[in-house]
């Protein structure tokens, strides 16, 4: 199970939900926290660790936000491109009938369809090899990941 494997939340609901630091409010400075406790993670992380988010995230962000268009710094690339994960899995988008709204999920469904092929696109730019992993149960989720991590 993950239990075995350190996993890092979703700082982003942590900065709305505990911070609340709204990306609507202040994009930038969102985007710039996001940044900063992504960079932190990375550096401390450990053998075997999982992120909610990877920081090229932050880019796809950037790139598509509520339809705004959003010069994107170039510190952002350059972390990006520095701070290298090994694998890089991307979650197919839920069905829409198990999709709902919340403080820190905004975005309509087709939004939500859109930054999943932004994202897509970002990794890839980057060198990933995204790997989608579709919508399943949590544990078979985690026995496709754990089989692409055990093939290398």
Not at 32 to 53: Q, R, T
Not at 74 to 88: H, L, S
Not at 111 to 131: A, H
């Amino acid at each position: 199970s993950f239990k075995s494997h350190k996993l890092y939340p979703d700082y982003t609901r942590y900065l709305i939900e505990e911070l609340n630091i709204l990306p609507v409010d202040n994009h930038l400075k969102f985007q710039l926290k996001w940044l900063e406790l992504m960079v932190n993670a990375f550096k401390s992380n450990e053998i075997d660790c999982f992120f909610e988010y990877g920081i090229p995230d932050t880019i796809v962000y950037f790139i598509w936000r509520n339809g705004l268009e959003y010069n994107i710094p170039n510190g952002f690339y350059e972390y990006a491109k520095f701070f290298k994960y090994d694998k890089a899995f991307i979650l197919e988008t839920l069905p829409i009938n198990f999709f709902s709204n919340d403080k820190a999920r905004i975005m309509n469904y087709n939004d939500c369809i859109k930054l999943g092929e932004i994202t897509i696109r970002v990794y890839e730019e980057l060198g990933y090899k995204p790997i989608i992993v579709p919508f399943l149960s949590i544990d078979e989720r985690y026995k496709i990941i754990i089989s692409h991590l055990k093939n290398d």
